[in-house]
């Protein structure tokens, strides 16, 4: 994690993508901050999807996720609380995070 800008790189091999950079996500802190990053891709007419209160990652949080011309998965996210396992309660086929490489965000599918 740097802190300034607090930029999370996550790198990883899952069954549904190859090694290297899975995702890369900036964390707020506040609900204010996280509408203010909604917004600037909103200005920016960039697809996106966004979640609220998953869980993912050891984290339940409220999320955004849009794709870099390069298939890249951003996600600007806020943490609301933590949970005991890696997805929650959900299975790992079904619990949100990074949408596959190269996939167009989508507001209806939560893992595209």
């Not at 506040?30 to 203010?36: Q, S, V, Y």
């Not at 209160?53 to 870099?68: E, N, Q």
């Not at 298939?71 to 596959?100: M, Q």
Request: charged residues 25%; aromatic residues 6%; negative net charge.
């Amino acid at each position: 994690m740097v802190e300034d800008p607090r930029l999370n790189f996550a790198i990883s091999q899952r069954s549904r993508a190859s090694t290297g950079i899975d995702h890369l996500g900036f964390q707020v802190e506040t609900d204010e901050e996280l509408a203010g990053m909604r917004a600037a891709v909103d200005r920016a007419d960039i697809a996106v999807r966004e979640e609220r209160g998953v869980s993912c990652c050891y984290a339940k949080s409220d999320k955004h996720w849009v794709s870099d011309p390069q298939g890249v998965a951003w996600e600007t996210y806020r943490t609301l609380d933590t949970v005991p396992t890696f997805h929650g309660a959900a299975p790992p086929e079904t619990a949100c995070c990074a949408p596959k490489a190269g996939a167009k965000p989508s507001a209806t599918s939560c893992c595209s």
